[in-house]
């Protein structure tokens, strides 16, 4: 990114784990058992570009945990994916499902591509190679594949079929974030922007802030970054600026205008505009701040400008440690990205429960039994963070370390 420090995603994420092995008081032993991935894949994934060139580009599957359940996670195509990023988003992936009681591990994939410089037939080419690649590792009671940046519900599909034609028959419960008539949810689109929007919602609660005169800047105007603001803005909140990779706007009418614009022109600067930098995006003057785009967004070098007095992270690993503790410092209230995006592992795996069971839900079904299961972990955090003491982030990592920890207890060592 462009604000990015010298911190990877993994040192984040093993920092945060630290604390949590702290404050719940576990042994070296357990660190060492929750501080290390199960099962790593790298895989060479080869492409027939379309003029004829043969390219190889690397490809990633780690599966974290499978302790509490199959291993489940989204596949990101984003040139800086690796494996150490890779293993880190896996990390979280178990914590966040253990938190919201999912009974699932954690996952994480990706191939190191630009998908803008690949054609949509260069694309599928590499989702089945891939797919291909990882084959023998995933599966509906294996590892779950999802959509994550610069994957959605295309590449769903050709993974689905990819795994299905080489079973025999028709697999949908292999991935989630699937097409509907494939054996998708209604409501997976939505669902980590609806669960960003529920936590604002109630971190303006805490904040004593009423939504309906809340503002709000958005950095990342992709499948989460888009849904959040929609959810915002349907409780009343303005949502004040936005941004992608190219920069961000402010002074648009509302969200839908601005997303049609951006829909057909593939830039945000809708007439009537004001651009503003990345930078100027995470310094905006507003209640609330979503990063909602890459790792390491909020660092030691762009924190002091922070204004919101809300961050909720909706994208991976967006707030550096250091920057946590500046923000905490500044009595920001700081929703960590395992509970804010949760959203998104909570209705994919509604959808995997629909395909096992080859019966689906209505979209009200799904809406109500999202917010039933984020509020409960949404209100174990707040719980824990009042009893405790401690910031939301360190609530929320103890309650998903802590399960990951009594499940390895309670299964025992094999052999
Ligand atoms: P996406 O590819 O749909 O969108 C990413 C957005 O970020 C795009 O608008 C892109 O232009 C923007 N972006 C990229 N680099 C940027 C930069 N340097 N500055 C500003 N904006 C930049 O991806 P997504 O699925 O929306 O995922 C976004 C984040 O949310 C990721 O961290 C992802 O891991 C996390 N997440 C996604 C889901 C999901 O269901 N898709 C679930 C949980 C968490």
């Known amino acids: 990114m462009t604000t990015k420090s010298n911190h990877s995603a993994l040192t984040t994420a093993l920092s945060q784990l630290h604390d949590a092995t702290k404050l719940l008081n576990l042994s070296d032993n357990q660190w060492q058992t929750l501080a290390t991935p199960r099962r790593t894949l790298q895989v060479a994934v080869p492409l027939r570009r379309d003029n004829g060139n043969i ?28 494996m150490e990023e890779t293993v880190a988003l896996a990390m979280l992936m178990t914590w966040k499902c253990a938190l919201t009681n999912l009974p699932y591990g954690g996952a994480k994939g990706g191939v190191a591509v630009d998908v803008s410089k690949i054609s949509l037939a260069e694309n599928e080419r590499l989702t089945r190679r891939y797919t291909s690649e990882i084959l023998p590792i995933i599966g509906p009671d294996h590892d779950i594949p999802a959509p994550d940046v610069g994957t959605d519900e295309r590449n769903m599909a050709w993974m689905m079929d990819t795994y299905s034609v080489n079973e025999g028959f028709a697999v949908p419960g292999v991935v989630t974030g699937k097409p509907i008539v494939l054996g998708g949810s209604l409501g997976r689109n939505s669902a980590t922007g609806d669960g960003v929007g529920i936590a604002v919602r109630e971190a303006l609660r805490i904040k004593g802030i009423d939504p309906s005169s809340a503002t709000v800047a958005i950095q990342g105007f992709g499948k989460v970054g888009y849904w959040a603001a929609v959810a915002c803005e349907s409780m009343g909140m303005k949502v004040v600026a936005v941004s992608d990779v190219n920069g961000g706007v402010t002074g648009f009418k509302d969200v839908q205008t601005l997303w049609n614009h951006f829909q057909t022109n593939g830039n945000l600067n809708a007439p009537g505009t004001d651009s503003i930098t990345n930078l100027e995006l995470l310094h905006f003057d507003c209640d609330v701040l979503i990063p909602a785009a890459l790792a390491d967004s909020i660092t ?116």
């Open 55 to 82: 390219e190889i580009y690397h490809g990633f599957r780690v599966q974290y945990s499978t302790t509490r359940g199959p291993a489940k996670g989204g596949v990101r195509f984003h040139p800086e994916v690796d």
């Open 300 to 415: 030691a070098n762009t924190v002091d400008g922070v204004k919101a007095r809300i961050v909720v992270e909706g994208a991976n690993g967006p707030t550096t440690p250091e920057a946590d503790k500046a923000l905490i410092e500044k009595g920001t209230l700081v929703i960590p990205d395992i509970l804010a995006n949760a959203g998104g592992v909570i209705v994919s795996y509604f959808e995997w429960v629909q395909d096992k069971q080859n019966y689906f839900w209505s979209i009200d079904e799904v809406k109500s039994n999202l917010d039933e299961i984020l509020m409960r972990s949404i209100k174990e955090v707040e719980n824990l963070s009042n009893d405790k003491s401690v910031t939301w982030r360190e609530a929320a990592m103890m309650i998903g370390v802590g399960r990951v920890a009594e499940a390895h207890k309670l299964r025992g060592l094999y052999p």
